[in-house]
């Protein structure tokens, strides 16, 4: 399922500070840059700036993680089951009905 494979991939970024420094690092140049690049009509000082503290946080993003204590955050992962559906007897002929609610076990 897709999020087997989201807590994985998190459990592992999570268990490694260099990749989470390298993933975070990552995120931050990508929005920095895009808001740089979104920002081309204003002064270039505003440019300069943005970038600037872009940059800024970013080498303050390892000495903040050496720094920062462990957050963790539980990820709930539910057990795939099997569905059965619910069947319902008609009243009139004593035939079964399938009907549209599932029940999960």
Known sequence: MM??????????????????IVVKATVLLALGLGT???ARRTR???RHVLLAS?????LAL???AFFDPPVSV????SQVGTSRPVVSVDQDNGRRVPRCN????
């Open 3 to 20: 999020t087997n494979s989201f807590a994985e991939v998190a459990l592992v970024i999570g268990g490694s500070t260099e990749l989470s």
């Open 36 to 38: 740089g690049r979104s």
């Open 44 to 46: 270039a000082s505003v």
């Open 54 to 58: 872009t940059f800024g946080v970013l």
């Open 62 to 64: 390892p000495v903040a």
């Open 74 to 77: 539980e990820i709930p992962i």
């Open 102 to 105: 599932h029940r999960f076990s």
